[in-house]
């Protein structure tokens, strides 16, 4: 067995309560097991996003809490010449659904991508490529 690292964390109420749901919904050995599985996924986004080359298509999928809509509409402005169609709804608990149709470089879409992820109200962003 290879060895490990120990590290120390800090997470807020919230995120501790996610990792201890996490960890007792998939069965996983502890917190630690629930962290890596994390780290796994996140590590799988980052090979999925690193083979968007060249022109790219898809669909980008965003959930976020509606009070924040104003910095995401900004950051849609930046970019409408890579969007084609945006769809917005008003969800339940003040949260916002955006399905966004896309065509263009792929260093444009990371860029909106990257625009989206340090919205503090980002719950969910998903790239699709078609």
């Not at 968007?52 to 910095?71: A, C, F, M, P, Y």
């Not at 995401?72 to 917005?88: A, G, K, N, P, R």
Request: hydrophobic share 40%.
């Amino acid at each position: 067995m290879r060895k490990m690292a120990v590290i120390s964390v800090s997470l807020n109420d919230k995120n501790l309560e996610v990792l201890d749901k996490m960890e007792k919904e998939l069965g996983l050995a502890g917190r630690s097991e629930a962290i890596r599985a994390c780290l796994r996924a996140a590590e799988a986004e980052l090979k999925e996003r690193a083979s968007l080359i060249g022109e790219v298509e898809g669909v980008l999928i965003t959930v976020h809490r509606k009070r924040d809509e104003q910095s995401f509409e900004e950051s849609v402005h930046h970019h409408t010449d890579i969007i084609s169609t945006q769809l917005h709804s008003h969800l339940k608990n003040g949260k916002c659904l955006d399905v966004i149709l896309i065509k263009g470089s792929a260093d444009s879409v990371k860029s909106l991508m990257d625009e989206f992820h340090k919205e503090k109200d980002l719950e969910y962003l998903k790239f699709i490529q078609s």
